[in-house]
Structures are given as structure tokens and as C-alpha cells.
């Protein structure tokens, strides 16, 4: 039997340790060509986990021999599930882009109960890198992915895929048939020309055009299946996708359909999206599954828009004492908990302690792959972490960026996971002050990047020309410097906090120390749980002197006139 060369799946689940992206993990965005200002097709992904190690996966494009055979390890997991057919031919993937620019992200939905467990060998992770190395268009991979649970079985429960290449970027939501059933119910959507949509954690594709092949694809057992289980009875215009195999609960919305609107809210303030189709009272109310943005997006505008703790609206997670005296935005798990026998809730914000790894893939049809797909890659929070430009035609990945440097259970200061995670937790325990800090380092390093961008391109253009493995060599270059830069300068900012804030403190910019109080509101929250316990007791005031009362002087009497006695004769 004979194997692949390279076993890009097994590596990874030795180096990550994994337990990768679980329920309510994960957050992906997708931006049409027609809505950004460039043309850019552009794809986003959160991969939230707290046992996912954030790391740039890299595999080389490879021939393999007849009859090779590739090992199904579960992302998840780690576990061995089987093996499939190679491909004779692979194409080159850095994390998750390949060289002609098609992206893969997702996030897990979970789905009907009844449909978990189903018999099959390849998981939804291996789905996303196989079709990686196989496919150059998103229609295609579409057809690889759904080829390969028909062919092998499904392995995992309900997920939506976000999968895009220059031109097109499409959503498709894919579930087993449970126990003992080989293969995948599933449905596909290609965005209208000018639209964004998101998903996370939630299926979200609803009705869909039975005859629209251009735009929608679907298994052919996605209507009859239903029906077979008694879940659907209606015509099959009306199916719903997302109402029949994963019905909405008060947690979905509030938890997974929350960041969606969020993302909506932002880019589409004019569609009047208000909170009631999120926070639980308005139970019948559905968001569309994408909507069109008030103005054509940027790069940096979808930085922004992964970057959110429902700053502004009724969900704020900074506004509460949940946040603490210094407004940070996070909240600890479990996200449920009960007080006196009822239960209560944190928010499910996009941005999140939890994340490994996060990307925005931008993806442009005029110019060369390996030139225009760049991985804009950051490890740990979406909110503090650096996005930092990674070409699709790179031929390694920094150093401490690369798998195997480290792991979820071992820390490395050559590991920029570990970097950024000790830079995000001090800023945790010091938001409002700390964050503003992390915010300047990351938009000046950002904006250099970006500024930086269309001069960089131009010299890879023009080195493409006469040999494209030198554009190839200079972007592997350019990648690696701003990699190991990020990397320098996160660990300088960390020291730098350290410095500024050690014991409560605040440094100014004279070096100065300061010990600025807590806002008047904590003050207050110490006061109504602490009662009179730390009260400084008034000290009595002394009392007032009282004038002394004078004895009454009485006036002398005044003497009688004594008689005149005459002399005597």
C-alpha cells in the first residue's frame, strides 16, 4: 500500500494538539467582488477554540504516484479515520488559501441531533484541505467536497462552509444522515453580485431556487430526505434548509446569529437590522441571508467588521459589571450560569479570547496567483491580533508562525500564538487602558502593511514576468520579514505594558508613575455590595463651646444721704 509523501493532516494534528473548533466556535464573513472597492473577492475566518493552537499550515504542491493512498485525520481530534484516493497531482495551500487564490473557512452548526454520528470516514477539517490541494475554482471545490462524503462518508455534524476564489464566493451547508448513513444532505448559494454574508455557528440558508444552477447547487435527497424523516410536508418551493435541519433555538440566536448581525448592522446600517432580531424577543424574526453594504469595502474595513464586542448596542458587553472596573469586553466560561435557580447568559461576541488562528483572504483575478490571493493571517484574539500579509504563492511560512514550534500545552517565546496570547491576557485585566495601547501598535504596523501593498505588488508583478519562481522567492521573502517583525514588535509591546502598568500603576510618557483611581461607577458597585463593611467611619465633630453665662452684677445701692445734724448751741 502505498502512501502519500507528504501527510499534511497527520502533521497537523500532532502539532496543534488538537481539539479544534468546537460548537459556538467559529465566525466567517464573505465579501462578493462586485462589494469591495478593489474587486477583491474577499473570505474571513475566526477559528475559535480553547484548545486550538494558532499556527500557519503549509503544504507544498506535490506529484503522487498511482494508487497512492492519503490518511483522513480528524481536525477535531486527531484521530485516524481512514483513507482515500490521492490526487494525482496536489496544489500548494498556506493555511487556508492555495496558490490560485481559492479560500476555505467555516463554522460548525452541529444540527438535529438524530443526525450526528454518521458512517463515514472524512471530517469536515480534512474536507477543507483536501478540496485545498485539489481544487482552482470554488465550483470545483464545491464538487470535490461533496464528491468525497458520497464516495467516503461524512464524519462530522452540521457545517457551513464559506468557499471563494477571484470571481465568486459561495456559502454551503452540509449535514449527515446519522447513525449507519453513508453521505451528506447539503445546499449551496452563490452571492448576488455586490452582497456580504456571514455565518456563524448557525445554518442560515432557508429557501432556495430549485432551478438556478448558476447560483445553486444542491444534493439531490436534500427535499426527500426530510420527508422520509418527517420533518418537512410542504411543497418543495417552501423548503427550508436551515428551519428543517437545524431549527433555531433562543442559544442560536443569542449566541450564533448575535454575530451575524453584528457584521449586518455595521456594513448595512440602512437595512434597519435592530436588536430585536437577536436578543431573543422577537423569536420569529429572521435576518436575510446576506445583505448589500452601505459602501464598498476595503481590506481594513473587513478587519473591522471581525473585530467586535457589540460596542454601542443593548448587547455591550463592556457596559455591565460583568466587565469589571476597566470595561473589558470578555467574559470567562461556561457562557450559561444559574443565580437562585435561574439561568442567565454572557454574550457571544465575534471577538473572542478563545480564537487560534483568523484570517481575511483577499483573492484578485488580475494578477497572478501566487500574487494576487494574500492571507492576511493573525493568531489569538481578532481584536489584538496583527494581520499579517501572507502571499499565496510563499514557499515557506515565518518561523514563528510554523507548525510544530510549539503547542496548546507548551509555551515558546518563538511562538507568536504565546506572544500575542501574553500580550491580549495583560490587556484583559486592563481594558480601557491597556487596549489603547495594542491598538495603536497594531494600526501602525497594519496601515504600513497596507500602504505598503500596491509597491510590493508591482515589483513581484515585474519580476513574474521574466520568472515567476523569482516573484515567488521575493514574496516568501517579504512575508517572512513582516512576520518576524510583527513577531518582534508584539514582544516589545508586551515588555512595554509590563513596564507601564506593573502593580496597578500608570507610567506616563515622562516616566512618571501614577495612580489613577477606578471610574466613579466601580466605585459605586463596591459601595452597593460592600455596604457599610468599608465605609470610614465619621469622626465626631467637637463639640461647640457654649458661651458661659455671666454672673448677674447688681448695682450697688446707692447710699442714703446721711441727715445733717446741726452743731449744738
Not at 173 to 194: C, D, F, N, Q, S
Not at 204 to 217: C, G, K, S, V, Y
Not at 329 to 357: C, N
Amino acid at each position: 500500500m502505498i502512501r502519500p509523501l507528504t501527510k499534511f493532516l497527520p502533521a497537523l494534528a500532532v502539532s496543534a494538539g488538537l481539539v479544534a473548533p468546537a460548537a459556538l466556535a467559529c465566525t466567517s464573513l464573505l465579501v462578493n467582488k462586485g462589494a469591495t472597492t478593489d474587486g477583491s473577492t474577499l473570505i474571513t475566518y475566526a477559528a475559535d477554540s480553547h484548545e486550538l493552537y494558532g499556527e500557519l499550515y503549509y503544504t507544498p504542491a506535490r506529484r503522487n504516484a498511482p494508487g497512492a493512498l492519503r490518511d483522513i485525520v480528524e481536525w477535531d481530534t486527531g484521530k485516524f479515520l481512514g483513507r482515500i484516493k490521492e490526487a494525482p497531482v496536489t496544489y500548494t495551500v498556506v493555511g487556508n488559501m492555495n496558490e490560485h487564490q481559492l479560500s476555505i473557512s467555516e463554522s460548525t452548526f452541529t444540527g438535529r441531533k438524530e443526525l450526528e454520528g454518521p458512517a463515514g470516514i472524512v471530517d469536515y477539517g480534512s474536507l477543507i484541505y483536501v478540496a485545498l490541494e485539489r481544487a482552482k475554482t470554488a465550483r470545483e471545490a464545491i464538487k470535490v467536497m461533496t464528491d468525497l462524503v458520497a464516495e467516503y462518508g461524512y464524519a462530522s455534524t452540521g457545517e457551513s462552509f464559506s468557499i471563494a476564489d477571484p470571481k465568486e464566493a459561495w456559502i454551503l451547508e452540509m449535514i449527515g444522515k446519522g447513525t449507519g448513513k453513508k453521505g451528506a444532505v447539503w445546499v449551496a448559494r452563490r452571492l448576488p453580485e455586490g452582497y456580504l454574508s456571514a455565518h456563524a455557528n448557525q445554518a442560515r440558508i432557508r429557501q432556495f431556487p430549485l432551478t438556478d444552477a448558476e447560483n445553486t447547487l444542491y444534493s439531490p435527497d436534500v427535499i426527500s430526505f426530510a420527508r422520509e424523516k418527517g420533518w418537512f410536508t410542504g411543497a418543495d418551493k417552501d423548503f427550508s434548509f436551515a428551519d428543517t435541519y437545524h431549527p433555531l433555538d433562543f442559544e442560536s440566536v443569542r449566541f450564533a446569529e448575535a454575530r451575524v448581525w453584528s457584521i449586518f448592522r455595521r456594513a448595512a446600517p440602512s437595512a434597519g437590522l435592530g436588536p430585536d432580531y437577536v436578543d431573543g424577543s422577537a423569536p420569529t424574526k429572521r435576518l436575510p441571508l446576506w445583505v448589500k453594504p452601505d459602501k464598498k469595502l476595503a481590506v481594513q474595513d473587513v478587519m473591522g467588521l471581525m473585530r467586535d464586542h457589540f460596542e454601542g448596542t443593548p448587547l455591550d458587553m463592556t457596559k455591565d459589571v460583568g466587565a469589571g472596573p476597566y470595561a473589558a469586553p470578555y467574559r470567562w466560561r461556561p457562557m450559561t450560569w444559574e443565580v437562585d435557580g435561574k439561568k442567565y447568559l454572557h454574550e457571544r461576541a465575534i471577538s473572542t479570547q478563545q480564537t487560534g488562528f483568523s484570517f481575511v483572504a483577499q483573492m484578485r483575478a488580475w494578477m497572478p496567483g501566487p500574487i494576487g490571493g494574500v492571507l492576511w493571517f493573525g493568531v489569538d484574539d481578532t481584536s489584538t491580533t496583527v494581520y499579517t500579509p501572507m502571499y499565496a504563492g510563499i514557499r515557506t511560512t515565518p518561523k514563528n508562525l510554523a507548525t510544530g514550534v510549539a503547542s496548546r500545552g507548551e509555551f515558546s517565546w518563538d511562538s507568536s500564538f504565546w506572544v500575542f496570547n501574553w500580550v491580549s491576557n495583560q490587556a484583559y485585566a486592563r481594558w480601557s487602558d491597556m487596549s489603547v495601547d495594542v491598538q495603536k501598535v497594531q494600526g501602525e504596523l497594519e496601515g504600513q502593511f497596507l500602504a505598503d501593498q500596491a509597491d510590493i505588488e508591482k515589483a513581484a508583478l515585474e519580476l513574474y514576468k521574466s520568472s515567476p519562481e523569482q516573484a515567488r522567492t521575493y514574496l516568501t521573502e517579504y512575508s517572512t520579514q513582516q512576520g518576524d517583525k510583527v513577531h518582534a514588535r508584539w514582544r516589545k509591546l508586551g515588555e512595554q505594558l509590563l513596564v507601564k502598568y506593573i502593580d496597578g500603576n500608570v507610567r506616563d510618557e515622562q516616566g512618571k508613575v501614577n495612580h489613577p483611581k477606578y471610574p466613579d461607577a466601580w466605585y459605586r458597585h463596591i459601595v452597593r455590595d460592600t455596604g457599610s463593611r468599608l465605609a470610614i467611619p465619621e469622626e465626631p465633630k467637637p463639640a461647640e463651646a457654649k458661651p458661659q453665662a455671666q454672673p448677674e452684677v447688681k448695682p450697688a445701692p446707692k447710699a442714703e444721704p446721711k441727715p445733717t445734724v446741726a452743731p449744738a448751741p
